[in-house]
Structure formats: C-alpha cells, structure tokens
C-alpha cells in the first residue's frame, strides 16, 4: 500500500507550493503526494532490479549445477545458491514491506477499532499525447494538429492530476472525469483496428511489478482499479468509533466492491496481477467482509437501554459469526493460487485473525445472553436458533434451552471458554506476522476482548464448580444488512468533452472517413434552394431535389452541413441551420459540408499497432453509456486480447448507410416564403 500522504515537515508546504507553481493543479489531486509517490516507487524499482539480477544469478548457478559432474564444484555451486536464496528471501521481504501496510490511522477516534486494510493506487509513468494525437487529427481530420493544443495539454494535465487524487469525494471525481474523458476518446481515435500508438505504463498495486500496453482499455481500466482503491483508503479513515463514521466506511466499502466487480466482468487476460479475475473476485469477496464488519460495529456501538437485552446480545452474536464466516471466505480465497503468490502475507494473516477474533465475539455475546439475565420464553427461541437456525416447518420443534440459572451458568462458561481460545489464537497469530506485530491498535484491540472474556469467566467460575459443561455449539451466521455491491456511477460526474471542437462524435471520428467539400455556392430558386434537412448536429442533407440548384451546385442526399457562410455550424441544431438558410438574400449561401466515404481506412504511419478489442460485453459502464455514433457497429470500449493480429494494415470498413438521425421532420429548406 501507499503510506500515509502527509505534510508535516517543515519544508512540506514550501515543495507543496513549489509544485503548485510548477503547473495548473486540478480539483481533487494531491500535489505533494506525488514526490512521496516518486520516492516510494524508485525504492520499489531498485529492488525489483536486484531481484532480477539475484533472479538471473540463481538461474545460472542451477544450469551449471545440473551440467558439471564434479563434486567440488557442485558443491560450490550448492553453497552459491543458498546465498542466493537467502539475498532473494530478504529482498522479498523488503520489498513487501514497501507493497503492504494496514492503515491503523484515523482522525482521532475515541474508541479503539479493529484496523482495516487499504489498497494502493496503481501507479503510473508521464505520458505525452501530442505527437500521437496531432499526428491523427491532422491525417485523419484533415485539421491542423497544433491547433488543438491547448485541448491536448488540458488532457495531460488532467491524467497529471488522476495519478495523485486526494483522498476525498473530489478525488473521486477527479478519476471518474478521467474516465469519461477516456470513453469520450476511446469513441473519437480508437477503433478496432487501430490504437493511439501510446504506449500505457502502470504499475501492479500489489507487487510493484511494471506493465504496459498499447490499448486505451489499458488506461481505463487501471482508472478504474484506482477508482476502487480510493474508496478502500477513504473507508479505511472513517473515525468507526462513531456511528456516523461506521456507515459512511461501510458505503464506501460497498463501492469498492462494486468497481472491482465492475472490472471483473469487463475484463480478461488483464496484464497486471492486481487485475486479473481471481485478484478482482478476492478484493471484492474482502471489501464485502469489510462493510459487514463496519456493519457489525454500528450496531455494537449505540448503549442499548437495558444493559442486559437478551435478544440485542442474540443479535450482536449472530453479527459477529456473520462477519467471521465473510473473512473464512475471503482467507479461503486468499490462500488458493494465483492470488496466495502476490497478496502480501500481512493481509492473509490479518484476514485469519479477523475470523479468529470476531468468531470469539460471537460466543462473548451468546454467553452475556446467557448468564446476564432471566430469557423469556420468546428469547428463548431466539436462543436455539442462534445455534441451529430456525426450523422448517416440517420439523419438530427442537428442545428448548436450558431454563435453570445454573444450567444456564454453565452453558454461558462453555461458550466464554471458547471466546478465550478464539481469541488467544488471534493474539498468537498477530505475534507470527511481523508487520502485524507493528499495528499496537490491532494489538490493543484483540488484547481488550481476550480480558474483558477473562473477567466475565472469572465471574461465572465457582470455587466449588468441578463440573466440566460439554462443548459449546457453533453459532449460526446471520445478518439483519447485508451489504450491498454498489456499482460506481459515472453519469453523476458531467464532462465536456475536450475534443468538443472536432465535432459531433456520431460523424467525426476515426470509425468514419469523409471528404470536405465546398465552399459550395447555392442560390435560391423559385421552390427554394432545392434540398431538404434532418437531424441535428451535424445538420444533414436528407434529400436533393433533381434539377435543382443544390444538385447544379454538386451537392448530394447524405452530405452534412458543417459550415453556412463561413460560419462552423458543425454543432448547430435543425431548426437553426432552417434559420440562417432562410434570412439568405437572392445572393444565395456559402456552404461547406462533409461527405461520408465507404472505402478504407487511411494508411497507418508510424508504430500503429491494432488495437485488441472483444472483451466488453456492454458499452454501458456503471450507468453511464458512452456516445457513440448510431449506425457504429457496437465495440467493446473496455478490453484487451493478446490474441488480437498485429502488424496488418488497416482493413476495410464497411460502407456505412445513409444516416437516418432522429430530429425534427424533414424540412425543404429555404426560400419557401
């Protein structure tokens, strides 16, 4: 994980300062984050260097172990080579150091809480879009590429300010601004055969480990993976002690969940660790844990009225076996290949002593149930079902529960003997994971559940009682919220799209290929100036009339109108363009308009690899759906494939039909007065 971005030093506000001067700062990024960001990865980089050459060292001592027969120099070799595992062992140990951490930090609580675990956001290298871009808009668009700049380093500046959200709701808006900016050129400059020609850095969250390719769904989907983690670092600092603050952690938990669902089924053959399908469905199955805990504690935090509620104390209990079956899962998920092989072990542990402890809360509760107290006959019930869940109708009523105080005494001993065992077993596996061991508040917290079983034992542990209760009964998990996996939602982050002066993307984009013509001069006649309109931005051109002036003057069913006197009208609506026809004199019009062509796509130049495609099974992403033309064949937006054929040049597309846009009815245009 990323530690702790803080400004404390005393040089912090003057570098934070200095990197604000540097270049324009975008709502919701962290300036400062990004050397401390810098640093932490050159760490990481300088020993996954030294791995490498340890890596290559052991590779060739065991070649020449297995091809020499002679003893002594097999020997040597076997003493070379524990050298070698013992400097990889250290280095792996190091450097999980650097990829793990639990964040035991929060805003002051009062109340001590169980820590939780963050994610790191992925990180990435400096990108440069202009050559790339300039070089397709002015081949492809036929526009000059520098004129579109400044629209270029707004683009970069805000990919700049993505790579270091602050960790709030406007970091959360700042990446899924990003997002949509990518669907939005992800549907202008990529098609299925063709990439941008960029090539995407990112780093794993998990072991550092670089990788990188061409496809923009590359990009987006490490967005995406951020988008998640940065929930799980703003639930991990909630104060929970509170109740306000358990369910504003168990909300952002919840939305964890649901982006890295969201990238689980958008995605396959990911080329990072962290975003392959059996990471992405045990992050999920963690951040789910996380919610029920969080769960849990909003409702152990209200002072019930009555200090000894029977049924509250069910309930808690069920909660607890609820949130220990979750983490049994989430362990069972983590201790299975490939995800045992890059999950920080810290996290594993921590996953165990989770179930461990909150297991032992749920006996703490049903013994309080038990021996604080006189159930009444509807607790009762309650009480056997804790144990055995409740009945089917078809089934007899099982025996009730012991009714007497000391038979009810000895039960609740039973199950305080098991909370004491639970919770010695999370205490000794806190003490063999040496990163856990430097978490005081995980061991203040297991410390004060194993005392407070111990004095409820001592209070129930008779001097004359040799009478050993038998074992107690598991408890049934069961929860009253269960949370739910909440899918980000784009929509709610509104975005002009930066290449808004291109025009509308349902023509002017590289799916399409069109030729200008004009100026095109047309006069008015006695029926007008002899074509009819349709549709909105672009306006187009539904019918031509034979023998009219528009014909005369070139102009065809299917052109769009982009340009009326010299004025771009690329974004004008129907009724406009009617209007501005009509207060024409008998001087005529200018008209410039764009003819869609069927042929194929321009020759690539450069390093124009195809770009893979086929794994997004939908264009609608969290409810937001990119626009895209309306007579575009629908392409995944998300999704890369190895298997995809590269190196061929550009195919042929197929002739597109004449548009039918939705608009306002077809109009004769112009004149008709």
């Known amino acids: 994980m990323i530690p702790e971005e803080k400004q404390d030093g005393p040089n912090a506000s003057e570098e934070s300062t200095r990197l604000q001067a540097a270049g324009s700062v975008c709502k919701g990024s962290d300036t400062l984050a990004l050397t401390q960001r810098g640093r932490l990865q050159s760490r990481r980089a300088r020993i996954h260097q ?50 793990c951490s639990v964040d035991a930090e929060g805003p002051g609580s009062e109340g001590i809480t169980v820590p939780m675990i963050p994610l790191g956001l992925k990180e990435t290298t400096e990108l440069d879009w202009s050559a790339a871009l300039m070089e397709l808009i002015s081949q492809h668009f036929g526009e000059e590429g520098t004129a579109y700049e400044a629209e270029i380093r707004e683009l970069a500046d805000l990919r700049q300010a993505a790579r270091t959200p602050s960790r709030s709701e406007a970091g959360l808006e700042l990446l899924a601004a990003y997002y949509n900016q990518l669907c939005l050129l992800d549907a202008r400059f990529v ?45 991990a600092r909630q104060d929970r002690s509170r109740a306000e603050g358990a369910g504003r952690a168990a909300e952002a938990f919840q939305r964890a969940a649901g982006a890295f669902r969201l990238l689980r089924d958008k995605f396959s053959r990911a080329p990072s660790p962290d975003m392959s399908p059996a990471s992405l469905s045990a992050l999920e199955q963690l951040m789910v844990a996380q919610a029920q805990e969080c769960v849990f504690e909003g409702l152990s935090l209200p002072a019930p009225e009555a200090p000894h509620d029977c ?16 983490y049994e899962q989430v362990h069972g998920a983590m201790a299975r290949p490939p995800v045992q092989d890059y999950v920080p072990f810290a996290w594993t542990t921590l996953v165990r002593v989770k179930a461990e402890h909150f297991r032992a809360l749920a006996h703490y509760h049903v013994a309080t149930a038990l021996c604080d107290g006189s159930p009444a006959e509807a607790e009762l019930l309650a009480l056997e079902q804790v144990f055995s869940g409740p009945p089917a109708p078809s089934e007899p009523r099982r025996p009730a529960l012991p009714q007497e105080p000391e038979e009810r005494r000895k039960l609740g001993k039973a199950h305080l003997k098991r909370a004491i065992l639970g919770q010695e077993e999370a205490l000794r596996l806190h003490a063999v994971c040496r990163a856990l061991r430097r978490v005081d508040l995980l061991q203040a917290v297991l410390g004060q559940a194993l005392r407070r079983s111990l004095a409820k034992y001592s209070e129930l542990d008779l001097e004359d009682d040799f009478f050993e209760a038998t074992e107690a009964p598991d408890i049934q998990p069961r929860t009253h919220r269960r949370p739910e996996v909440r899918a980000p939602s784009f929509s709610r982050v509104k975005v002009a799209d930066i290449f808004h002066r291109l025009g509308p993307l349902s023509v002017f984009s590289v799916k399409n290929r069109w030729r200008l013509v004009g100026p095109v001069h047309v006069t008015r006649g006695e029926g007008g100036f002899g074509f009819t309109l349709r549709g909105d931005s672009p306006v187009l051109i539904a019918a031509v009339i034979p023998g009219g002036h528009a014909a005369a003057a070139g ?60 794994l997004l099974r939908s264009r609608k992403e969290g409810g937001w759906e990119t626009p895209v033309p309306a007579r575009a064949s629908p392409r995944p937006l998300l999704g890369w494939s190895r298997k995809a054929q590269r190196g061929q040049p550009g195919g042929r597309l197929c002739p597109a039909p004449r548009p039918r846009a939705a608009g306002p009815s077809p109009s004769s245009c112009a004149g008709r007065q």
Not at 581 to 606: D, F, I
Request: charged residues 20%; neutral net charge.
């Open 191 to 235: 098609t299925p055969t063709r990439s941008l020609g960029l090539l995407f850095h990112w780093y794993d969250s998990l072991t550092g480990v670089p990788a990188q390719q061409r496809a923009l769904a590359f990009e987006k989907g490490s967005v995406l993976f951020n988008i998640g983690a940065l929930h799980t670092q703003i639930g």
């Open 50 to 99: 030294q791995i490498s050459k340890e890596l290559r060292m052991r590779t060739g001592a065991e070649n020449l172990y297995r091809a020499t027969s002679n003893s002594r120099v097999r020997e040597t070799v076997a003493l070379e080579l524990s050298y070698v595992n013992s400097s990889l062992q250290l280095l792996k140990e190091e450097l999980e150091e650097l990829n």
């Open 555 to 614: 102009l065809q069913e299917g052109d769009y109108i982009v340009s009326v006197n010299g004025q771009p009208c690329r974004w004008w609506r129907h009724a406009e363009v009617v209007a501005q026809l009509r207060g024409v004199g008998a001087e005529g019009v200018s008209l410039q308009v764009v003819t869609l062509l069927p042929g194929a796509e321009p020759p690539s130049t450069g390093d124009r690899r195809p770009a893979p495609r086929g």
């Open 311 to 326: 049924l509250a104390q069910l309930r808690l209990a069920q909660e607890a076996a609820q949130v220990a079956a979750e």
